[in-house]
């Protein structure tokens, strides 16, 4: 599966934003998917996770309640909606595709076998 990522772009903390992850390939629902995160001097974060139904998700703290990560099978992406930006929320955002099933696992990228180029998020304070 190939990932392309989009929907970067500067905003202002408090604003909101939604990424956009288009997958290509004929097995989609096949993959578990991610997204996450590298702000500049940082090492890669997990940010969010969903199943390959879209029925589970995970995300990290710094995220919950303000990010949402969902999926459409029939048009193979993924979205990440965040809103209510941080400073802190800055970084190259990733999405990435895990040919197994969602499981608490998900949340390292070793997990992953697929990756999109990143897409940058910068929130001004």
């Known amino acids: 599966v190939q990932l392309q990522a989009s929907g970067g772009g500067m905003v202002q903390a408090g604003d909101s934003l939604r990424l956009f992850c288009t997958a290509s390939?004929?097995?989609?629902?096949?993959?578990?998917m991610g997204w996450f995160r590298q702000g500049p001097g940082k090492e890669r974060e997990f940010v969010a996770a969903i199943s390959r139904s879209g029925g589970s998700t995970y995300y990290a703290d710094s995220v919950k309640g303000r990010f949402t990560i969902s999926r459409d099978n029939a048009k193979k992406m993924v979205y990440l909606q965040m809103n209510s930006l941080k400073a802190e929320d800055t970084a190259v955002y990733y999405c990435?595709?895990?040919?197994?099933?969602?499981?608490?696992?998900?949340?390292?990228?070793?997990?992953?076998?697929?990756w999109g180029q990143g897409t940058q998020v910068t929130v001004s304070s």
């Open positions: 990435a595709a895990d040919r197994t099933i969602l499981t608490h696992t998900s949340i390292s990228s070793s997990s992953y076998q697929y």
């Open positions: 390939g004929r097995t989609f629902n096949n993959y578990s």
